[in-house]
């Protein structure tokens, strides 16, 4: 799930609500003494709030699973943490960091400047490059690649702006990504613009659909310039969403997450669920400056394996 850029109204996610679902993960660590410092709804134990959206985040037998999921965990078992999960729709999971009913929400959501009004975000766990979902036999690697060809999205989605700006090109909107995927399929859609690790998971899920994920070029100062809503096909920081209250906790988790960076294990999980390390965990010159002064200190550098 990732949740859109600009604005907390934003959402590349679907948001059906599926429901309340609690259920507790343990974990060990040598961090208990340390846990009972932070700003927890229940000490010791670290209330997590998702939505499903795999390969991010979901439940399977009675366990969180997905990359972010995988990120916490370790997170958690170095703080000395357990987990207790609930189950939302993406509103939900804002909504219920923001309240105070949980201590988090993870779920590849993309910091911005607005929703760190209402709350706090860690440091990037990874980044989310431009990409999308095209047949193995295709190659667009850039912006002038896309112009007359047909392109899509998922309706609601932030892509559906940049699509529809590519000259010559035809835009569709699709009520789900396993629509973009059957027109990918059938060469009724040149490229299908989705959140990368779906793209990976539908490669793995269902490799007789013949779809691949292709990185994209990101756009120039002077073609954003030209066409306001390719900032969209620009990569962006995700993060761990806590509550405004929460500072030490947040910090904690930063550190972990950082420290994850160095030791290789970020990178094995993001190559785990079909990523490329060297896209996610690398960020973009511009992004530093994103934040520096608005909720990191003026000489914040972003996490990277570089």
Do not use: C
Not at 72 to 84: F, N, P, Q, R, T
Not at 128 to 136: D, G, I, Q, T
Not at 158 to 170: E, F, L, R
Not at 199 to 218: A, E, G, L, N, S
Request: aromatic share 10%; proline share 8%; glycine share 8%.
């Amino acid at each position: 799930m990732i949740t859109g850029i600009f604005g907390k109204s934003v959402a590349r996610s679907l948001s059906a609500f599926v429901g309340l679902g609690i259920a507790a993960l343990t974990v060990s660590g040598a961090g208990t003494a340390q846990a009972e410092n932070f700003e927890l709804i229940k000490p010791g134990t670290l209330t997590v709030t998702i939505q499903p959206y795999m390969p991010y985040t979901a439940v399977k037998d009675d366990k969180l699973v997905g990359l972010d999921s995988d990120i916490l965990s370790a997170v958690a078992e170095k703080l000395g943490l357990k987990i207790e999960y609930s189950v939302t729709d993406f509103a939900g999971m804002l909504g219920s960091v923001q309240a105070q009913r949980a201590d988090i929400t993870i779920g590849g959501i993309a910091w911005s400047e607005a929703r760190q009004k209402a709350g706090l975000f860690t440091d990037p766990p990874y980044y989310s490059p431009p990409a999308m979902a095209v047949l193995e036999s295709t190659n667009l690697p850039d912006l002038a690649s896309l112009e007359g060809k047909s392109l899509g999205t998922v309706t609601g989605y932030v892509w559906a702006k940049s699509i529809a700006q590519v000259p010559h090109a035809t835009a569709r909107n699709f009520p789900s990504a396993d629509s973009v995927f059957a027109d990918i399929a059938s060469g009724r859609l040149d490229a299908g613009f989705l959140d990368p690790l779906l793209v990976t998971y539908q490669q793995q899920q269902r490799p007789d659909m013949k779809v691949k994920i292709q990185y994209m070029i990101p756009p120039t100062a002077e073609q954003i310039k030209a066409h306001p809503d390719y900032k969209y096909f620009e990569p962006y920081m995700t993060a761990f969403y806590l509550p405004k209250q929460a500072a030490k906790l947040e910090k904690a988790i930063s550190v972990q997450i950082d420290a994850m960076y160095k030791d290789g294990s970020l990178a094995a999980l993001v190559a785990k669920w079909g990523g490329d390390p060297k896209q996610f965990l690398t960020p973009s010159p511009d992004m530093a400056a994103q934040r520096r002064g608005i909720d990191r200190p003026a000489d914040w550098a972003p996490p990277s394996i570089q």
